[in-house]
C-alpha cells in the first residue's frame, strides 16, 4: 500500500481533494488532503486483493462440525455515499473436511470490507466464499452495521443498524439448522 502502490494514485487522490475543499470555500487545512488519501489507501485496499486467497491457508482435518466466528468488528464504506458503515460480522460453516484458520475468517471479511461496498453484497461475498470459495457444506453469514450514509438523507440514528444474512449450500435447504446457527450468531446487547 501507500507511495508504491500502482493501483492508487496518492497525488491524484490529493488533488481530488483540495479540490473538493476549494469547492466548498474551505481554505487552509494544508494537510487534510493527504491525510484523506492516507485513509483512503488503507480504507479501499481491499480493491487490490483477492480475499479468496485467505482460504488456501486451510487445513484438511477430516472435520465436519459446525465451525463459527461471531463478534468480527468491521469497517466499510458504502459505494452510494463512501461514507463509512461500521458493524459485525459473524460466519460459520460446515467442513466438507476442510477447515479454515481463524484468524482468515477476519481476513476474509476484511478483504470484501475494504471496498466501496453495499451491507448486502459483503454479507453474499462472504457466504459464497466460504461455501463454493473453500468447498464446505454450506455456510451462514449474518452482518450487523450501522451506516453513517443515512445522515445523507436526515435519517441517520446514532445505534440503528442494519441486519443482513446469507445462507449457502446446507442452511439454505434446511430452516431449522438455519434458525439454530443465527441464533449462536446473533450478537447479544
Ligand atoms: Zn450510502
Excluded at 459473524?90 to 482468515?104: D, H, Q
Excluded at 471479511?109 to 453484497?121: K, M
Excluded at 457466504?127 to 455456510?139: I, N, V
Aim: charged share 25%; aromatic share 6%.
Amino acid at each position: 500500500m501507500g507511495e508504491a502502490d500502482p493501483g492508487f494514485d496518492r497525488r491524484r487522490v490529493e488533488r481530488a481533494v483540495r479540490e473538493i475543499l476549494d469547492a466548498m470555500g474551505i481554505e487552509g487545512l494544508d494537510e487534510t488532503p493527504g491525510r484523506v488519501a492516507e485513509a483512503y489507501a488503507h480504507l479501499f485496499r481491499g480493491l487490490r486483493e483477492d480475499p479468496l486467497r485467505h482460504l488456501e491457508v486451510s487445513f484438511d482435518e477430516g472435520a465436519r462440525d459446525l465451525v463459527l466466528m461471531r463478534d468480527i468488528p468491521f469497517v466499510s464504506n458504502c459505494e452510494h455515499h463512501l461514507l463509512p458503515m461500521i458493524g459485525r460480522a459473524g460466519a460459520a460453516y460446515l467442513p466438507e473436511g476442510k477447515v479454515l484458520g481463524f484468524s482468515e475468517f477476519v481476513r476474509v471479511v476484511e478483504g470484501y470490507a475494504a471496498r466501496p461496498q453495499l451491507q448486502e453484497r459483503l454479507t453474499a461475498q462472504v457466504a459464497d466464499a466460504l461455501h463454493g470459495g473453500m468447498g464446505s457444506r454450506g455456510s451462514l453469514v449474518v452482518v450487523e452495521a450501522e451506516h453513517t450514509c443515512m445522515a445523507a438523507t436526515g435519517a441517520w440514528r446514532p445505534g440503528a443498524r442494519a441486519v443482513t444474512s446469507a445462507a449457502r449450500g446446507v442452511f439454505g435447504e434446511d430452516p431449522a439448522l438455519r434458525a439454530e446457527v443465527t441464533a449462536l450468531l446473533s450478537t447479544g446487547p
